[in-house]
């Protein structure tokens, strides 16, 4: 694993910090039927589906994750040394990635008068 490779994944998550609250932002404001009713209930249609799909894969999560498991396995035995390496790479990459947004997001939570932490978008 390459330390640059997490240094950029954390840069990436950091810079994506602008991104990330703009696309909240816009979802909210759509969200509160601002620009149509319409695309308020679209939404909350896409939200709902999103719902749906997130519950059917939690209730029988086994033979989704044998199917994930079986063809990542061979697909990783298949690679040479060069692709192991880059797939590593990846990895750390995708580490420091995760690692910035956690820390992005510890980042951003502020202090309400009432003594309670809320996060930001």
């Known amino acids: ?27 909210t404001y759509i969200s509160t039927g601002a620009v149509g009713y319409d ?12 719902y749906q799909v997130v519950k059917l894969l939690i209730s029988n999560e086994e033979p989704l994750r044998r199917l994930v498991t079986v063809v990542i396995t061979e697909f990783y035995r298949k690679l040479d040394a ?13 580490a420091g990635r995760i690692g910035g947004a956690t820390g992005r997001s510890g ?8 003594g309670n932490y809320q996060e930001l978008p």
């Open 1 to 27: 694993m390459d330390a640059s490779n997490i240094a950029q994944g954390i840069w990436d998550s950091i810079t994506g910090l602008p991104q990330s609250l703009y696309y909240g932002a816009k979802r």
């Open 39 to 50: 695309r308020k209930l679209r939404n909350y249609r896409e939200n709902e589906r999103f």
């Open 82 to 94: 060069q692709g192991k390496e880059a797939i590593h790479n990846q990895l750390a990459y995708g």
């Open 107 to 114: 980042f951003c939570v502020t202090n309400n008068s009432d």
